[in-house]
C-alpha cells in the first residue's frame, strides 16, 4: 500500500464482528447510550417536527425510543451494515410491544421499518427524509465524504443530520502500548484510524450541507483488569478493521506485552480513552446548479404579478 494512504476498512469483517456481537449488545452498549443522550441534548437546541427519520448504522434500535418520544407522529427507518443486529431489534421489539401497547394505551404499533444497507448507497428516495441520526457509527466508515453527500441526498431541504462519532484520541492508549510492544519501527494498526472533527466539518461543507456545528468531549474509563476492557471492547462490536495490521500479532504472549506498556493511573487501574465527536448540519436550498451557474430565484412583485 503507497505511503500516506488511508488504511480501508474490511467491511466483511466489521459485519461479523456486529454480527457476533448483536446475541449481547442490549447489555454492552453505555457508551453508545451515553452518546446518544448527549445527541438528545442537542436536539433541544434546534426546531424541527421531522416526519421521517432515517437512523443510519441503527444496531438494535436503541435510540427509537427516544426519538419516538420526542416526535410521535414520525416514522421511523433504521438502517444498519449487519442483519444479525437488524433480527435482534426486530425480535426485541416483538417482544416488548404488548408491554409498551399496554402502558401507554397505544392502539397500534410505532410505525418502524428496518432495512440492511451500506449508510453510502441508501435505499431511499431522493429528498425523502427530514432528520437523519447516526450515533456512533460513522467512524467505520472508510468513504465518510462519499456517505455525507448520500445523506445530503436523502434529505429534504431544512432538513437536519445528527450525529456522533469517535474522534482521533479514541483508544490512544490501546495504541500507545501496541507500538511500544513491538518496538517503534514497526508499523502496528490495532484500531481503525478515526477522523479528526475538523476535517469531518470540511467534509460536510464539501457535501452540500450548511451551517455544521462540532463539538467534542473526552471521556476515560479505568480497569482493574485490562482483560476486562477487550473483552468490553469486543462485546461492543469494536474490532480491528484495517488493511495494516501487522500479522501474527493477536497471540496471548503479544497481548501481555501489550498490557506491560499500557498506562495506568496513580491507583494502577488501567486507562482507555474515547474522544466523542458531535456535530450536525443542514440541508439548505443549493445556492448553484451542478454545473456551478448559480440559482437565481425570481420572486414577483406584490403589484405585478408574472404573467403567463
Given at each position: 500500500?503507497?505511503?500516506?494512504?488511508?488504511?480501508?476498512?474490511?467491511?466483511?469483517?466489521?459485519?461479523?464482528?456486529?454480527?457476533?456481537?448483536?446475541?449481547?449488545?442490549?447489555?454492552?452498549?453505555?457508551?453508545?447510550?451515553?452518546?446518544?443522550?448527549?445527541?438528545?441534548?442537542?436536539?433541544?437546541?434546534?426546531?424541527?417536527?421531522?416526519?421521517?427519520?432515517?437512523?443510519?448504522?441503527?444496531?438494535?434500535?436503541?435510540?427509537?425510543?427516544?426519538?419516538?418520544?420526542?416526535?410521535?407522529?414520525?416514522?421511523?427507518?433504521?438502517?444498519?451494515?449487519?442483519?444479525?443486529?437488524?433480527?435482534?431489534?426486530?425480535?426485541?421489539?416483538?417482544?416488548?410491544?404488548?408491554?409498551?401497547?399496554?402502558?401507554?394505551?397505544?392502539?397500534?404499533?410505532?410505525?418502524?421499518?428496518?432495512?440492511?444497507?451500506?449508510?453510502?448507497?441508501?435505499?431511499?428516495?431522493?429528498?425523502?427524509?427530514?432528520?437523519?441520526?447516526?450515533?456512533?457509527?460513522?467512524?467505520?466508515?472508510?468513504?465518510?465524504?462519499?456517505?455525507?453527500?448520500?445523506?445530503?441526498?436523502?434529505?429534504?431541504?431544512?432538513?437536519?443530520?445528527?450525529?456522533?462519532?469517535?474522534?482521533?484520541?479514541?483508544?490512544?492508549?490501546?495504541?500507545?502500548?501496541?507500538?511500544?510492544?513491538?518496538?517503534?519501527?514497526?508499523?502496528?494498526?490495532?484500531?481503525?484510524?478515526?477522523?479528526?472533527?475538523?476535517?469531518?466539518?470540511?467534509?460536510?461543507?464539501?457535501?452540500?450541507?450548511?451551517?455544521?456545528?462540532?463539538?467534542?468531549?473526552?471521556l476515560t474509563l479505568t480497569y482493574a483488569d485490562p482483560w476486562q476492557a477487550l473483552h468490553e471492547l469486543?462485546?461492543?462490536?469494536?474490532?480491528?478493521?484495517?488493511?495494516?495490521?501487522?500479522?501474527?500479532?493477536?497471540?496471548?504472549?503479544?497481548?501481555?506485552?501489550?498490557?506491560?506498556?499500557?498506562?495506568?493511573?496513580?491507583?494502577?487501574?488501567?486507562?482507555?480513552?474515547?474522544?466523542?465527536?458531535?456535530?450536525?448540519?443542514?440541508?439548505?436550498?443549493?445556492?448553484?446548479?451542478?454545473?456551478?451557474?448559480?440559482?437565481?430565484?425570481?420572486?414577483?412583485?406584490?403589484?405585478?404579478?408574472?404573467?403567463?
Open positions: 500500500m503507497p505511503a500516506g494512504e488511508a488504511p480501508r476498512f474490511r467491511r466483511r469483517r466489521i459485519r461479523h464482528a456486529f454480527n457476533r456481537a448483536a446475541p449481547g449488545f442490549s447489555g454492552s452498549d453505555f457508551l453508545y447510550r451515553e452518546m446518544a443522550r448527549r445527541m438528545g441534548e442537542r436536539l433541544d437546541m434546534v426546531r424541527i417536527t421531522p416526519q421521517q427519520i432515517l437512523d443510519a448504522g441503527c444496531g438494535l434500535g436503541a435510540d427509537r425510543s427516544m426519538l419516538g418520544q420526542r416526535y410521535s407522529e414520525a416514522q421511523w427507518l433504521g438502517i444498519d451494515s449487519s442483519m444479525a443486529m437488524l433480527a435482534q431489534g426486530g425480535r426485541a421489539d416483538l417482544a416488548a410491544s404488548g408491554f409498551i401497547r399496554r402502558l401507554f394505551n397505544q392502539a397500534r404499533h410505532p410505525r418502524t421499518m428496518r432495512a440492511a444497507a451500506d449508510l453510502s448507497a441508501l435505499p431511499v428516495a431522493a429528498q425523502s427524509m427530514d432528520l437523519i441520526w447516526s450515533n456512533a457509527a460513522l467512524h467505520w466508515l472508510d468513504d465518510l465524504p462519499e456517505t455525507f453527500k448520500e445523506f445530503n441526498r436523502a434529505l429534504r431541504i431544512g432538513g437536519l443530520l445528527m450525529f456522533s462519532l469517535f474522534g482521533p484520541d479514541t483508544l490512544k492508549e490501546l495504541r500507545q502500548a501496541a507500538q511500544a510492544a513491538a518496538g517503534s519501527s514497526a508499523r502496528v494498526d490495532r484500531t481503525q484510524t478515526f477522523v479528526d472533527m475538523h476535517d469531518v466539518g470540511d467534509m460536510l461543507v464539501h457535501g452540500g450541507f450548511s451551517d455544521p456545528v462540532m463539538d467534542m468531549e473526552t469486543k462485546k461492543m462490536g469494536s474490532c480491528v478493521a484495517t488493511d495494516w495490521v501487522a500479522r501474527g500479532l493477536s497471540t496471548q504472549g503479544w497481548w501481555r506485552r501489550v498490557m506491560s506498556h499500557w498506562p495506568q493511573d496513580a491507583d494502577g487501574r488501567y486507562l482507555l480513552t474515547f474522544e466523542l465527536v458531535q456535530g450536525h448540519a443542514w440541508k439548505m436550498a443549493p445556492k448553484q446548479h451542478e454545473d456551478g451557474r448559480a440559482v437565481v430565484n425570481f420572486m414577483p412583485r406584490p403589484d405585478r404579478p408574472l404573467r403567463s
